[in-house]
Structure formats: C-alpha cells, structure tokens
C-alpha cells in the first residue's frame, strides 16, 4: 500500500538499460558471474530484456512456464499479469525466432540452448518443476543475487555503475527499460510495449523516452 501511494512523488531512481548489442556479443558462458547467483547469466540478461521482465520474475520462473512449438519456431512464457497479480493467475507471452531481423539476438533460439543446457544438469527431472535459472545449488536465486549478477554484466561491457550522484545504475528493472528500448528503436509502437510488459501505467514511456 506505501508503494502505490509513494510511487511517482519526487525523482525516482530509474533503473538503466543495458547495452543490447553488447549484451548479445558476450560469452555465454554458464558459470555465474555472483556469489550464489543465476547460472546462464547472459542467457537471463538476454530472455529477461526480449520478454521484459523485473529480475525476480526471472529468478523465480520454473521450467514448465515455458511451452516450445517448434514448427512455427515459438518459445511461449508464462508469466504473473502484473505486480499485482497476487493470485499468480498469470498471462502467457509469446515469442518467435527473431534471426533475420534487426534484433541482435533470438529469443526461440536463446530458450532452446538453454533448456538444452538445463536438462543435462543432474538435478533436472521432467516430472518436478526446477528453477530456469537455477543457482549451482539448484535452487533459484535471491533477487539482490540477480542485481549483483546484471551490474557484473554492466562491467563487463563497460558500462558504470553508479551516475554523478552516486546512486547505483543497475536495478531489477535493468531488463525491461532494455527490452522497452529496444522494441522502441525498433519502431513497435508503444502501447504494444505495454501489452508485452504486461503494465498498463505511463513508467513504460519514461522507459522508452532515450529510444
């Protein structure tokens, strides 16, 4: 309730985006870039950007939200609504292969290798649900782990972590301000950025007013 009622009043930190085209060049190496954090960190940063998802949607997604159909190319994910999506009723997003197109990386693709990646591991069962991006302990990360996990990736393409002020860049919505962006610069128009993200407020044109 303080949160819907403070939110908006006075400069609110805005998480950064980050630099997609870097994003999609790095090493997309398993090992976890933070202390208990996500393994397939950059495959995280990657879907987590194409879906527009805040950190703890990602963390905490299970490998039966996602639905392939693989004749048409599609990776389908089933998500919360919305923040206030308290009963986790959920909608589903759907996304097809992006190759060919101005996008510099796949999400179809991207789903596919990493479930490949995820079924090879030895805690994986078909009949038990497990964390998409588990830890090495194969439990799903804590949200701070994954903030720490996409300021790692902000180092290693150069980006600061802090502004002039000394507030701290990166943050759980680092993703969807970077999806946001790039489907902006893309020329889909806004209101079908809102549908994607599932918000139905104006934060999604502070997101997309750098595009």
Same mark, same amino acid.
């Given at each position: ?32 870039? $933070? ?12 879907? $987590? ?52 197109? $101005? ?39 804590? $949200? ?68």
């Amino acid at each position: 309730v303080t949160r819907s009622v403070e939110r908006g009043i006075g400069p609110a930190r805005q998480s950064c985006s980050f630099e997609f085209h870097k994003l999609a060049l790095l090493d997309r190496s398993a090992r976890p870039l $933070a202390a208990a954090g996500p393994q397939q960190p950059v495959h995280l940063a990657l879907l $987590a950007s194409l879906f527009l998802l805040r950190e703890i949607e990602a963390s905490t997604a299970l490998s039966n939200a996602w639905v392939f159909d693989h004749p048409k190319c599609e990776v389908c994910w089933r998500l919360p609504a919305s923040k206030t999506d308290h009963l986790a009723l959920g909608v589903s997003r759907k996304l097809g292969c992006f190759c060919g197109s $101005a996008m510099e990386a796949c999400p179809y693709h991207i789903a596919c290798a990493h479930l490949g990646w995820l079924q090879a591991q030895p805690s994986y069962r078909d009949d038990t649900p497990t964390p998409l991006f588990p830890t090495e302990n194969g439990t799903a990360a804590a $949200a701070a782990k994954v903030v720490e996990t996409f300021e790692e990736l902000g180092l290693l393409m150069g980006m600061a972590l802090f502004n002039s002020e000394g507030m701290r860049l990166f943050g759980g919505h680092t993703p969807r301000v970077t999806g946001s962006r790039l489907y902006a610069a893309c020329g889909i128009e806004v209101n079908k950025i809102r549908i994607l993200a599932r918000h139905s407020g104006d934060m999604i044109l502070r997101y997309v007013a750098e595009a």
